[in-house]
């Protein structure tokens, strides 16, 4: 699984780039937000990937914050959605007015982005509302961080594996759900816990 590349970037388009890591060229899904934060073409770049694989097609998606791919791995696992619609509701809104959106529960704003219905803006209005407080608070460089960034780490190796992204999202929230007094659980034993779970 590839979960970032950093290399120098040989074309740059709005949804797209091309980076080149030790001289292969690895064409990578960007939203309009990470477009916005890129130089020009010809200096270094540096992106968090998503794996996206599928039987017909692996796709890479990339984005400039951990907040950016925390939230497009979570709109996956919206009935519904899939990662050309995460990435037109990342472009449309960008990450922080998606969290304002979901947070005041406006159906509205998110059924303006194109290819969104008012039926799926309210999926992920429902869905999205009890993980936004947690993204919302993580800063960068602190403790808040972690949690999210592991929880994508293993719902994005359990989609890897073949699982859907919303069952992959709901085992690995379980398997966050440690014993009270116990401290944040590994990567390894949180996908050991996630895996038992969908297993059943």
Do not use: C, W
Not at 16 to 34: A, C, K, M, Q
């Amino acid at each position: 699984m590839i979960a970032r590349l950093a290399g120098t970037l040989i074309e740059k388009h709005p949804g797209s780039v091309v980076i080149d890591v030790g001289g292969v060229g690895y064409e990578v899904t960007i939203p309009l937000s990470t477009f916005r934060a890129l130089g020009e073409a010809g200096g270094r770049v540096e992106l968090l990937i998503h794996t996206h694989v599928r039987e017909d097609v692996l796709a890479l998606f990339g984005f400039a914050t951990r907040l950016e791919k925390d939230l497009f791995v979570r709109l996956l696992a919206v009935n519904g959605v899939g990662p050309k619609t995460a990435v037109a509701v990342l472009s449309g809104l960008g990450a922080d007015e998606l969290l304002e959106a979901v947070r005041r529960r406006d159906v509205g704003r998110l059924a303006t982005v194109p290819g969104v219905g008012k039926k799926t803006a309210e999926r992920v209005v429902l869905e999205l509302a009890d993980r936004v407080a947690a993204l919302a608070g993580a800063k960068p460089g602190s403790s808040g961080s972690r949690a999210p960034a592991l929880q994508d780490d293993v719902v994005s190796a359990l989609v890897n594996l073949g699982y859907n992204p919303r069952a992959a999202a709901e085992a690995t929230a379980r398997a966050l759900e440690a014993p009270a007094g116990a401290g944040p659980a590994p990567f390894e034993e949180l996908l050991r816990r996630a895996l038992k779970t969908l297993a059943r």
